[in-house]
């Protein structure tokens, strides 16, 4: 799953949100993106939701 941990690098970048803040809204976990970095594989679910939440952009983003 490291595509997804890229992926999930470049929506913090492009959006400049918080690591903590992108996983409490997207997986209810303020650690995801920490753990994610540390070689946690999500299940797939919550593979196809972070997935679904970048390509939907943010209301934020889209502004």
Same mark, same amino acid.
């Given at each position: 799953?490291?595509?997804?941990?890229? +992926? !999930? +690098?470049?929506?913090?970048?492009?959006?400049?949100?918080? $690591?903590?803040?992108?996983?409490?809204? =997207? @997986?209810?976990? *303020?650690?995801? !993106?920490?753990?994610?970095?540390?070689?946690? +594989? *999500?299940? *797939?679910?919550? @593979? @196809?939701? =972070?997935? $679904?939440?970048? $390509? $939907?952009?943010? *209301?934020? @983003?889209?502004?």
């Amino acid at each position: 799953m490291a595509s997804l941990l890229i +992926e !999930v +690098e470049r929506c913090l970048q492009k959006r400049k949100i918080a $690591a903590s803040r992108f996983g409490r809204e =997207v @997986a209810r976990d *303020p650690r995801f !993106v920490f753990d994610l970095r540390r070689g946690r +594989e *999500p299940r *797939p679910r919550t @593979a @196809a939701r =972070v997935l $679904a939440f970048i $390509a $939907a952009g943010s *209301p934020e @983003a889209r502004s």
